[in-house]
């Protein structure tokens, strides 16, 4: 049966790829953490240190104290934007959706930067509470801070999910429930909330991990008292090979996937949506006036509050000097200027990489998804399964572990290691944004029918030509989704890429903003960069999804 | 058939379009000849010199490749067995001594003459060899002046300024064991004031902080920015943030140190003679020349240099105050590196609340019995001052080898042994300090409710 | 009080609802008086703006402009979940995240009726729908009979003033659908319960309802029983629409003293009155029409023409017949050895005039 080896051959190359640039690398890292570091045993005596120690479990309760109220905060954040725009007849809905999304394409690291000069303890918000009513909001203070900067940089991940699934209910479910009596919150929470909870779990899940994982918000802020932080301390401290930086590893990678289980345990047999009879599509409804007047009173006070990172980057990249002040105090191009000499360079690196990552992204999701659904290779779950858990990897054990991996490895023809070769750091953010895609191809491939595929077969076409002719265009939505994700993230993510630049002329946008915000000089230049990296992010994940579409429309245009 | 035709020249448009972006792209072809340096150094240092040494060497590219300096160590160990860096550039001598003592380092006789061998009391050079000094750098205090301003603060001008009451939650300072010149500061601290004073004064001032930053850098960024009012930083920081125009002003202190800022050459450089080259470059006049730019402000080794620097800009080779009280001993510093860098963690950094808690509890009940007379009171307050200062072991035991090595740790043979785990001892260290901290503010609360 | 104790039933009254979507109408100058307790049913194809109309009532879909009455209190500015008024969706709408008990007791927590009341009422509720042993399923573990089931406990549970029924037998198969239908008519009677059942099958419409009003094109065509529509439809569109109907176009012209309406051949019809419209239609049934028959019938339309087409239905047989340029269908009744008229073969047929209706419409 050749169709069977096919499959299998498929498979195992997939696996092969995951084995060697995701398992060996962080298992290389994790190794350590079993070992015994007085005689090189195998023991698991470091995990017994770990939850012996008072810092360690003050650490990890943090972590998921920190992780548990990201997800609070961006659920409050999202879920008023997600129902208004899907329920109600709203101006803007468009508008504030796509509004919605940009949080995700801010460099995290400046993200924080940015917040802190709006709602630190002497930020602008403070100074003013502080002038008007003589209080102070630690809204930074601590552990507050990696929340409120968490939340607002990720809730997007739930605010597309959620819509995602409440576009999805029929609208008779919830008229039932008006029509019993029914209404305003309670429905919300009895009939609205539960159907559309398997994309709110699948959203706040990745909230969940995201925040658990994160390393960049709390160094930032100062916060050592959480796990990701305290790995890296301590594994990148000067001269210490403390195995306890790796056994906070495993441990993140373990707690990881673990909520990553649970999550899938939680909605696993709750996907109502499109149940395909009946009425489905909504009727959105008309709001009285007040209602409306309140729903917009919130949902800008939300978009002011998820935008402040990006007005406060622009205040900061036009400001002169912005020093225990409200606003900076006078207004320049110079940080443009500066910065407009070297940017050139790292704006083609990052659509480079984060092209080439997304499309590669894209390729293995679509060959994942469909090993996964359409064959019956043994064990191929394991490929989904192992795929996401790159979602539980901390970039930095990611990028440690491409280094320790394959630095004694040259390539040929340009004979330098592997690791500080660019295409390394291609690969990184290729495994690191691997699961996005992955989730929007499985996704869309189940909504693909057999049928279809079952017609062109009778029809004489081959497994391959099925495949690339009619599973393939069925199936370009998620892959447009996947894409613009797994680019838009990429072209942002600093923890492995920082780890893995070997070159300055090799290195992408996150990485020259990370070098301009170091300047005693003032972080305007940063600041600008930040803003042309967030400008470029966004036109490119247009343009992606433009050409996609175009070509989706063509290909119809073809074959129609 | 017309559509398909489209359809055919657009995709081989984007074709080509991705083939020019990858072309572009690959900088990897060229880099062949290029001088890597690993460096911690601004851009606004680290472009100058580039662009300087470039010019007067035609043919050579340098990569400046930019690491702090605990990462830039992990990454040149982590890529030791295919290196592929030339010239290690950073502040802190101890970064260097760990990657001597790793043999990562190449030895490299200086060519240029007419350098001294000491700047305040610190040798300029390794005197094994492995790494030179290039320019001098010391610690001080840098304050927003709108801040202090604002919230009716006065200047500092001693490090025990910093441990008043008026400062309590306006400081900011790095960890040691996150910056290698913080390291050097608190060790600076320790030998200048002696281990058990020492220690007191930094807990002292380390239950004022605002925050411990994560990197040397948050703290000029932190005072510059106005989410602390003072911070302790070494003072290129705060005079070149002076020079962008920022409302911060700095100082320093009688007890600092004169710390050489090093480069040294990574063993197997690929390019050794431009990395020489490099060094050279550095120690000449006109490299020397260009530390006085208000943006890159490092007091150069050349004595003969500062007749051309401003008219303030502070000289060490005749000003002998800077950095002239404390005698440093590098070998004492070097042997207890990390186990300092520990005990600052355990004690300030990661127990900062409960440390900051114990401190305005202390200065709280001070703050009553001003003027007051109440000796029992004050016996209170004295207990609670000294179980915050409690420390975990003494001097001795600090430069007991044995000791140390828990906290180094570094297995060159299978067969090497130490006892004893990190983790283990951070934790009774933890334990300890935690359950003093607790009942210094019980003691505290109980003396001002006395008053 | 018991589900089954009836309520004193409500009257509905409709006075002049207009509805657009944006700039499309979609229902326009209805008015409608439903008797209390009746089974009324509201009938069109699919676009009429039935299910428009009776969501209006249930308080969905746009606003409308007009006046919808129960017992003479206007609810039309009333919120859906306050108007009491209990609807069954056409897909059921059953909660797929909550069991049976849970759907059907939904509507009485919404109420804050007492625990202990919600457990008997709903107890009572499935029991009458016949399902008070699957309290505990979920919806997905259903057949579609049973989920049309509990929809209707689950709406009939909060003793609604009026109950709602869209198009409720449409996902069920064609058994399940006559024994529905006599189980949800024996439920209304049996809970005295004013109820409105939109579909788009006569049939249905007729063996259920009591009274009915067919809509098309957002306009109600007409109202009545079942028989009075089908005996006398005022127009085409209601003629064609119940059941099948022979209906030959032509002008009224006066001809020798005696009004006819003159099809486009030249075919001349007798009508038994003189209608003031210039055009119109004859309008009759298939079974009205004699074919050969053999007592002559007093005042009746005779027409000459030729069998084109038979088929055999069961109970009759339905012939086509070429009368000039129309063709006029005749259903005779079918007994075993009744001789059947063959394709071609030259035939009379008689129609008795109080058979014949004039539209002008």
Known sequence: ?560 | MLLRKNYRKMTGRFVLSVGILTCLALPAWALEKDLTVVTSYPKDLTTAFKQAFEKQNPGVKVEMLKKKTTAGVKYIQETASNNSSDLFWASAPDAFEVLKGDGLLAKYTVKAVGIPDLIGSYPINDPDGYYKGFAGSGYGMMWNTRYLKAKKIPAPKEWNDLAKAVYHGHTGMSAPSRSGTTHLTVETILQGEGWENGWKLLKEIGGNFHTVTERSFGVPDGVNSGQFGVGIVIDFFGLSSMASGFPVDFVYPTVTTLVPANIAIVKNSPHPEAAAAFIEFLLSEAGQEMLLDPKIRRLPVRPETYAKAPKDFPNPFIDKTIGAKVKFDVVKSKDRYNLVNSMFDVMITYRLDDLREATKAVQDAEKAMAGKSNAEAEKLVAEARALIAVLPIDENKSLDNEFSAIFKKKRKKATDKVTGRQAEVEQQWDTMVKSNYAEAIKLAKKAKSML | ?361
């Open chain 3, 1 to 361: 009080m018991s589900l089954a104790t009836r309520v004193k039933p409500v009257r509905l009254q409709i006075e002049d609802v207009h509805i657009s979507f944006g700039s499309t109408k979609v229902l326009q100058g209805i008015d409608l008086d439903i008797e209390p307790g009746e089974f009324f049913a509201f009938l069109g194809p699919s676009g009429s703006g039935k299910s428009t109309l009776l969501r209006a009532i249930a308080g969905f879909g746009p606003r409308p402009q007009g006046r919808i009455l129960i017992d003479n209190e206007d609810i039309i500015s009333l919120s859906p979940w306050k108007r009491e008024v209990g609807m069954v969706f056409q897909n059921y709408a059953l909660w797929p995240h909550l069991t049976v008990q849970k759907n059907v007791a939904f509507g009485l927590e919404e109420r804050k009726v007492a625990k202990a009341e919600i457990s008997t009422r709903v107890e009572e509720a499935l029991d009458m729908v016949g399902l008070a042993d699957l309290a505990d399923r979920h919806p997905s573990q259903l057949s579609g009979g049973q989920q049309q089931r509990v929809a209707l406990a689950r709406t009939i549970v909060i003793r609604p003033r009026l109950l709602l029924l869209d198009e409720p037998l449409s996902n069920l198969d064609a058994n399940l659908r006559v024994q529905m239908r006599t189980d949800i008519l024996k439920l209304q009677r049996k809970l005295g319960l004013t109820t409105i059942f939109v579909t788009h099958d006569q049939e249905e419409a007729n063996t259920i309802s009591d009274r009915m009003a067919v809509l098309d094109k957002g306009i109600i065509q007409q109202i009545g029983s079942p028989m009075e529509l089908y005996d006398y439809p005022v127009n085409r569109f209601v003629a064609h629409f119940l059941g099948t109907t022979n209906m030959i176009e032509g002008e009224v012209v006066s001809v020798d003293g005696a009004t006819v309406l003159q099809t486009q051949s030249g075919l001349k019809l007798p009508l038994d009155m003189a209608p003031d419209a210039r055009h119109g239609a004859i309008v009759f049934r298939p079974q009205s029409v004699h074919v050969n028959p053999e007592i002559t019938q007093t005042s009746a339309m005779n027409l000459d023409g030729t069998v084109e087409s038979l088929e055999f239905l069961g109970s009759t047989v339905r012939y086509g017949v070429k009368v000039g340029e129309v063709t006029v269908l005749a259903e005779e009744d079918h007994q075993r050895g009744k001789p059947i008229y063959k394709k071609t073969e030259r035939v009379q047929l008689v129609i008795p005039q109080k058979q014949v209706l004039f539209v002008t419409e």
């Open chain 1, 1 to 560: 049966m050749p169709r069977i080896r096919t499959s299998y051959l498929v498979a195992s190359l997939l696996a092969f790829f995951l084995l060697i640039f995701l398992i060996v690398p962080v298992g290389k890292v994790i190794y350590v953490a079993f070992q015994d570091s007085s005689t090189g045993a195998l023991t698991l005596v470091n995990f017994v240190d770990f939850f012996k120690t008072s810092l360690f479990r003050e650490s990890f309760f943090n972590s998921l104290y920190v992780a548990g109220m990201s997800v609070l905060i961006a659920s409050l954040i999202a879920l008023p934007l997600a129902y208004f725009t899907s329920r109600f007849n709203f101006g803007g809905s468009i508008l504030i959706q796509t509004l919605g999304i940009i949080p995700l394409i801010m460099p995290p690291f400046v993200g924080a930067v940015a917040m802190q000069l709006f709602f630190g303890s002497n930020g602008s918000i403070n100074l003013l509470l502080d002038q008007w009513f003589g209080i102070n909001i630690p809204f930074m203070k601590g552990l507050n801070g990696v929340i409120l900067v968490e939340s607002i940089h990720y809730f997007p991940f739930i605010l597309i999910n959620l819509s995602a699934a409440l576009n999805n209910i029929d609208r008779s479910m919830e008229e039932a429930a008006q029509n019993l009596g029914s209404s305003g919150i309670r429905l919300f929470r009895k009939i609205v909330f539960p159907l559309a909870m398997p994309g709110y779990l699948a959203g706040a899940a990745l909230v969940f991990l995201k925040a658990f994982d994160d390393l960049g918000t709390p160094l930032l802020l100062n916060v050592n008292n959480m796990l990701a932080p305290q790995a890296y301390l301590r594994i990148s401290s000067i001269g210490i090979s403390d195995p306890m930086g790796y056994v906070i590893s495993v441990i993140l990678v373990v707690f990881s996937l673990f909520a990553l289980w649970v999550s899938m345990l939680a909605s696993r047999g709750k996907d109502y949506s499109g149940g395909g009879k009946g009425v489905s599509g909504l009727l959105k409804r008309d709001m009285r006036g007040w209602q409306k007047a309140g729903a917009y009173c919130l949902i800008i006070f939300l978009l002011l509050l998820v935008l402040s990172p990006h007005i406060s980057l622009v205040l900061l990249s036009f400001g002169t000097i912005w020093s225990y002040s409200v606003l900076p105090d006078a207004y320049t191009m110079a940080h443009y200027v500066e910065v407009f000499g070297t940017t050139r360079e790292y704006i083609t690196n990052t659509l480079l990489y984060a092209g080439l990552a997304a499309s590669f992204d894209v390729a293995f999701s679509v060959a994942i998804a469909y090993v996964v659904l359409r064959t019956k290779v043994i064990g191929r779950q394991w490929l989904d399964y192992i795929a996401t858990g790159a979602l539980a990897v901390p970039g930095v054990v990611l990028g440690i572990g491409y280094l320790r991996t394959f630095n004694d490895f040259n390539v040929p023809i340009i004979d330098k290691p592997l690791a500080s070769w660019w295409v390394i750091i291609v690969v990184a953010l290729a495994i690191r944004r691997l699961p996005y895609a992955l989730r929007a191809c499985t996704a869309a491939l189940h909504q693909v029918s057999v049928s279809l595929e079952e017609a062109a077969e009778n029809l004489g076409a081959g497994k391959t030509a099925t495949v690339r002719k009619i599973v393939v265009p069925l199936m370009a939505g998620g892959i447009v989704a996947g894409f613009v994700t797994s680019f838009a993230t990429a072209a942002v993510e600093l923890s492995a890429t920082l780890m893995l630049v070997t070159a300055e002329s090799d290195a992408p946008l996150a990485y020259g903003i990370y070098v301009f915000m170091q300047s005693a000089a003032g972080r305007g230049p940063g600041a600008a960069l930040g803003l042309i990296a967030v400008v470029v992010v966004a036109f490119g994940s247009y343009l992606a999804h433009h050409f996609i579409e175009r070509n989706k429309r063509m290909q119809a245009t073809l074959t129609g």
